[in-house]
């Protein structure tokens, strides 16, 4: 029987700091094959634009399809090997567009071109640069975004791919941020981050409109939804985002890519992400977009063994990933490898009622009676009454569960199913 008390004290997790790792990141070569995974969320007819066989060049803008919104920015010149359909964690569609990579770079200049009339006109190509999730927020007409918050600090456990940004990129960070107002139209800036780097962000900081805010050093802080909290000061109600209250949320290394960009002229086509090994050992990398992951392990000698387990993310929050040709993408802030002996198991055991899971939830959501909803798919009242929309997906409920019971994975796959029934619900109202 599990004795701890209910009034013990809860587990404190801190982000980790650069300390003592290199400030320049081990840079793995250009590979023989590269893989970009193309999202495929939008519509489009017709034929497909890129071929089997078709040369590219580095920085060349790769749309699948006419009028296709969806494409992928090509970190290498070569030719095009395959196109072929990739699904992704939740029926998430892709299409994965793998090229044989040559050893010298020849640039495409078309993103330079559109930089002459202003960097609103190539806003299409900087929605692809390494650190951006997207930034679709900043077109759609519904939603006015008035506040940028640049996250200088990571959203998961082990990583420091922001702080690195946040000390070595600065004159990239202020082009970068000039220019994000300007496609946004937002009138402030504010660059979240942790208290021992407000004196390197101190340039950026006398930039007009810039406030610098220092961010708890404590898992979860960073979470969007965290900051808007004690950042901003302005929580976000179970049902809403962040865009919804015009506030958006950028990672620093997206900022400095696209200063970068903008100053070089060329979309930076590098990814810097901590990897993780089987120790716990951490060091900094710098790859091309695209390179696959048996690129890394070989880099640093790392033996895959039957039950280890390969994560894209930190602990926390990270998935899974099946096969080493996985490739580094442009949101790869983490590769970690997890020896067999050290996978936690989860389990079909019911919840005890320990309580564990409602004293860590940052959201006070009552995780031990949602949980019982979403065990049998009944998504939409666990929403209406145990606040599955107020979950910050920050991964502590799994973390504490002493059933071993896979919670973050349950929500995760209740917040997509009731996403998709809301969406069909819409469609059938129009």
Same mark, same amino acid.
Request: net charge negative.
């Given at each position: ?10 587990? $404190? ?11 320049? +990141?081990?840079?793995? +070569? ?51 090997? &395959? ?47 390494? *650190? ?80 610098? $805010? ?25 049902? @809403? ?35 993780i090994n089987k120790d716990l050992s951490r060091t900094l990398v710098e790859a091309r977009v695209g390179t696959p992951l048996a690129d890394i392990f070989n880099a640093f000698d790392v033996s895959l063994f039957d039950k280890d387990r390969i994560i894209s993310g930190g602990p926390m929050t990270g998935a899974a990933v099946y096969s080493v040709d996985y490739p580094i993408c442009t *949101? ?5 490898? @997890?020896?067999?002996?050290?996978? +936690? ?13 409602? $004293? ?29 929309? &107020? ?17 973050? @994975? ?9 996403? $998709? ?10």
């Amino acid at each position: 029987m599990f004795k701890r008390s209910f009034f013990a004290k809860k587990p $404190r997790f801190e982000y980790e700091s650069l300390g003592n790792l290199p400030m320049e +990141p081990e840079r793995i +070569p250009i590979p023989e094959r590269v893989t970009l995974l193309v999202k495929s969320t939008s519509g489009g007819e017709g034929a497909l634009s890129l071929k089997k066989g078709d040369r590219v060049k580095t920085g060349q803008k790769l749309n699948l399809c006419p009028g296709c919104e969806d494409y992928a920015i090509s970190s290498v010149t070569g030719t095009i090997a &395959s196109i072929s359909p990739y699904i992704g964690d939740f029926g998430q569609s892709y299409t994965a567009v793998t090229i044989d990579a040559e050893p010298e770079d020849e640039f495409d200049d078309t993103f330079a071109t559109l930089l002459g009339d202003g960097v609103e006109a190539a806003k299409d190509y900087l929605a692809g640069v390494p *650190g951006a999730s997207s930034l679709d927020q900043f077109s759609d007409p519904e939603k006015h975004i008035d506040t940028v918050v640049i996250c200088g600090v990571e959203k998961d456990l082990f990583m420091t791919t922001n702080q690195y940004v946040m000390k070595t990129r600065i004159g990239f960070m202020e082009k970068g941020i000039s220019a994000l107002k300007k496609m946004s139209g937002a009138h402030k800036a504010v660059i979240a981050l942790p208290e021992e780097l407000i004196n390197d962000a101190g340039r950026i900081g006398g930039a007009s409109g810039v406030e610098l $805010r220092p961010i708890d050093t404590s898992y979860p802080s960073s979470l969007p939804k965290m900051m808007m909290k004690d950042v901003v000061g302005k929580p976000v109600a179970a049902g @809403q985002s962040c865009e919804d209250m015009g506030i958006c949320f950028v990672s620093a290394e997206a900022v400095a890519s696209i200063g970068q960009a903008v100053m070089e002229e060329r979309i930076p086509v590098t990814k810097v992400f901590t990897f993780i090994n089987k120790d716990l050992s951490r060091t900094l990398v710098e790859a091309r977009v695209g390179t696959p992951l048996a690129d890394i392990f070989n880099a640093f000698d790392v033996s895959l063994f039957d039950k280890d387990r390969i994560i894209s993310g930190g602990p926390m929050t990270g998935a899974a990933v099946y096969s080493v040709d996985y490739p580094i993408c442009t *949101g790869t802030d983490a590769v970690m490898v @997890q020896d067999g002996e050290d996978v +936690p198991m989860v389990s079909d055991t019911a919840c005890i009622n320990c309580g564990e899971c409602v $004293r860590i939830c940052p959201a006070k959501v009552p995780v031990n009676m949602l949980i019982r909803f979403l065990e049998v798919r009944e998504y939409e009242d666990a929403a209406e009454l145990y606040d599955l929309d &107020s979950c910050v997906e920050c991964g502590l409920c799994s973390f504490v569960c002493v059933s071993k019971i896979p919670i973050f @994975q349950y929500i995760k796959l209740a917040k997509y199913e009731l996403g $998709r029934i809301r969406s069909e619900e819409e469609a059938s109202d129009v």
